[in-house]
């Protein structure tokens, strides 16, 4: 494929794009599109080879399902057999979060093929807040299949020159539609239902609805990891999220021991002195999550785009300063212990 396409779209102008991108899928490619999240590589969902080049152009390991987003929130009952005991949750939970970044893991219809979802019995699913994105399934008419659109373990795009460094060159078309809001992936749970009682919620990924949203529907619970399970979500697997450039995190500042002659970039929560990070080496680069504020969600928007960015500076390492966890803290930490974690991998 000699070039990729970017065609912009804004909400008021958007007829080109959509066009072009319906077309394209209605023909069984892939196309980029923005999401509230991080951009997605999206095919239609019910079609097999279609689906099967999203997993061409990212590299990405067959045993990794992806997430279908449905148009309408009614559509979620055309591809999932919701069990009756969770019924009233799923629809509590549907309500207060779609359009939005809360996928949900359910038990799947025939309709939707064993590519999409690795084989497993279950599907995740979730509609985005993007306006664009729904303008194009809805015209479309069919579920979308769409992972981030990132190579396999590479840190997820938010905007569409992102893409294009990732998949340029690979697929025909990317929609631009400007940064994302959220920047960080959807949150991912599992629902478990309890007589009586209120379900519990197992967090397969964090994301931008916390823990906290979640609290008056469920008992958020984390899923244990434990060393050679099968992984229930890869991107929850160790070395996800990782730059080129080694990331490093420190239990303590003070456990930092720079080696004389290599170029180090900081991380930055505030970019102010108070955590103790901006004045213990004198960092060839720095960049900042959230500017004097250390306002979480501005965080997350700037996480995989300040990620990138160190990654191109020509660093021998990025050390990043931890985040307190709460809120969407949570989210942060997590991508950044996998970004670290993927370092020290061989
Ligand atoms: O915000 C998002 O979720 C973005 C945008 C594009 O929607 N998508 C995204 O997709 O992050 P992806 O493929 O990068 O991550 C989806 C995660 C994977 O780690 C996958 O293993 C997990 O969802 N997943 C998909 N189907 C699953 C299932 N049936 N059971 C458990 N985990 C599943
Ligand atoms: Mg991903």
Redesign the pocket.
């Known amino acids: 494929m000699p070039d990729t396409r970017i065609l912009s779209a804004t909400d008021d102008d958007s007829k080109e794009a959509v066009t072009e991108a319906v077309a394209l899928l209605a023909a069984g490619e892939v196309v980029a599109?923005p999401?509230?999240?991080?951009?997605?590589?999206?095919a239609d969902a019910l079609n097999p080879e279609a689906v099967a080049k999203i997993f061409a152009a990212k590299e990405?390991p067959a045993f990794?399902?992806?997430?279908v987003?449905v148009g309408k929130r009614g559509d979620l009952y055309d591809i999932t057999e919701v069990p009756d005991d969770i019924r009233e949750t799923v629809d509590q939970l549907t309500t207060k979060f779609w359009p939005g970044?809360l996928?949900l893991?359910l038990p799947?219809k025939p309709c939707i093929p064993d590519i999409?979802?690795?084989g497993?019995p279950?599907?995740?699913v979730?509609q985005?807040a993007n306006l664009v994105f729904r303008a194009i399934g809805k015209a479309l008419g069919k579920p979308l299949a769409?992972?981030?659109?990132?190579r396999f373990g590479r840190i997820?795009p938010t905007s569409a020159s992102a893409v294009a460094k990732e998949l340029g060159g690979r697929i025909p078309l990317i929609v631009d539609g400007g940064a994302c809001r959220?920047g960080?992936?959807?949150t991912?749970i599992?629902i478990e239902p309890r007589e009586g009682k209120k379900p519990i919620f197992r967090l397969?990924?964090a994301?931008p609805v916390s823990k906290e949203d979640l609290q008056p529907f469920g008992r958020v619970e984390k899923v244990k990891e434990r060393p050679g399970d099968a992984?229930?979500?890869?991107?929850?697997?160790p070395g996800?999220y990782a730059p080129g450039t080694p990331l490093l995190l420190f239990d303590r500042p003070e456990d930092f021991r720079p080696e004389p002659g290599k170029r180090y970039g900081l991380l930055s929560h505030r970019g102010t002195g108070d955590a103790g990070y901006l004045n213990l080496h004198d960092w060839d680069v720095v960049e900042s999550l959230s500017p004097g504020s250390g306002k979480l969600s501005e965080a997350a928007i700037r996480l995989f785009y300040l990620l990138r960015k160190l990654d191109e500076a020509g660093l021998d390492f990025i050390v990043a300063e931890p985040i307190s966890e709460t809120g969407l803290g949570v989210a942060i930490m997590d991508r950044l212990r996998r970004a670290a974690a993927g370092s020290q991998m061989p």
């Open positions: 599109l999401t509230e999240t991080v951009y997605g590589l999206a990405r990794d399902p992806l997430i987003h970044p996928t893991v799947k999409v979802t690795s497993l279950t599907v995740a979730r985005s769409a992972p981030s659109a990132n997820s959220d960080i992936e959807s991912i599992l397969l990924r994301g992984p229930e979500a890869p991107g929850r697997l996800h």
